[in-house]
């Protein structure tokens, strides 16, 4: 029976007994640090190339503390919302040399804590998309994430950009453009209780019912996905609202869905809007009325912000707010009662 062949692996040890030197010089000239002298750094470098030694990326990652890796945590990867928040920020770090790691808590608002670590260990940094975190966790945590960005997400830790949507003041431009079209009793389906973006909202509807003591705004409870749109019809059509405010696309696509299997006709009976104009928001039957935001522009920058942070640069704006524009398609018209 033959003997199995194997072939050891070059390592640094190797490279050092060629060229004559320390374990530490050729890790330094591997790791390109230029205080070793050029001769020697040379010598190194031409027996490394006749071994054809190949660097260990863990171990020089390690060495370097530098792993061209950079995290996300975001609370629902199916959310093409997220995902458009994940493609702008991977596009723009790639440029510059960097992948991106991935974490999905699945909406588990004790998972994001968890991962956020788990990620930043792994990682030159964080971005961090937490809506559903309290607002104490995040501060006790956020000195120990940096270098971190968030997004739709604020704290008292200077050293902490944050990129966020005004959600505000784009459901007070969803509600206006209802109130326009006539009509005066007026839905908000909400999103998850603990969601942060969705408190925005109703802070938003708060200021709205303050300047227009003549419309009825209801809230429903609902939640972030398909399912819950679709599962709030018997509530949107008891209430007798007739212009209805959806957490976001999804939800209000799921609505749309509802409301067909009921024969309620959209927008001739009820008007329906969403939030974020997701790709598929124009594809809908009728194409969806919504608040626009730019999420991928969002995402780059995102990465623009962390870089300087991994760089030690300047530190980037405190807060950097993208305000959404509204899109007016055909699920939304004029009120019978008009």
């Excluded at 750094?41 to 863990?58: D, F």
């Excluded at 604020?154 to 109130?179: F, K, N, W």
């Excluded at 626009?292 to 707010?321: C, F, K, Y």
Aim: with cysteine; net charge negative.
């Amino acid at each position: 029976m033959g003997r199995k062949s194997t072939t050891r692996r070059i390592g640094i040890a190797d490279v050092a007994l060629k060229a004559g030197v320390s374990h530490a010089t050729v890790s330094r000239v591997m790791n390109g640090n230029f205080t070793v002298d050029p001769a020697i750094a040379e010598r190194v470098r031409e027996a490394a190339a006749e071994l054809n030694y190949q660097p260990n990326p863990v171990g020089r990652s390690l060495a370097l503390g530098k792993t061209d890796t950079i995290g996300i945590v975001v609370p629902d990867l199916a959310n093409p919302t997220f995902q458009a928040i994940l493609r702008g920020l991977s596009m723009a770090a790639a440029q510059d040399g960097y992948r991106v790691l991935i974490a999905d808590s699945s909406e588990v608002s004790s998972e994001e804590a968890i991962l956020a670590g788990e990620a930043r260990r792994r990682c030159d940094g964080l971005v961090l998309c937490a809506p559903r975190m309290g607002d104490a966790e995040l501060e006790e945590l956020a000195p120990s994430l940096h270098p971190m960005v968030l997004i739709n997400r604020s704290t008292t830790e200077i050293r902490v950009p944050s990129l966020m949507v005004d959600y505000g003041q784009g459901i007070q431009e969803l509600a206006e453009h209802l109130v326009e079209l006539g009509h005066s009793r007026i839905v908000f389906l909400s999103g998850p209780e603990r969601s942060a973006s969705n408190a925005l909202r109703v802070q938003g509807l708060e200021k709205f019912k303050a300047g227009h003591p003549d419309v009825e705004v209801q809230l429903i409870d609902g939640g972030s996905n398909f399912d819950t749109g679709h599962d709030a019809v018997d509530a949107v059509l008891a209430s007798g609202g007739t212009g209805i405010l959806a957490f976001n696309d999804l939800v209000a696509m799921g609505l749309l869905s509802g409301l067909h299997e009921r024969g309620v006709r959209v927008p001739e009976d009820i008007s329906v809007t969403g939030f974020d104009d997701i790709p598929f928001a124009r594809y809908t039957t009728p194409p969806l009325t919504t608040a626009a935001v730019p999420i991928t522009e969002l995402g780059g920058q995102a990465w623009h912000s962390l870089r300087a942070l991994i760089r030690n640069e300047d530190t980037p704006n405190a807060v950097n707010t993208f305000r959404p524009q509204v899109e007016v398609r055909g699920s939304t018209g004029p009120s019978k009662n008009r």
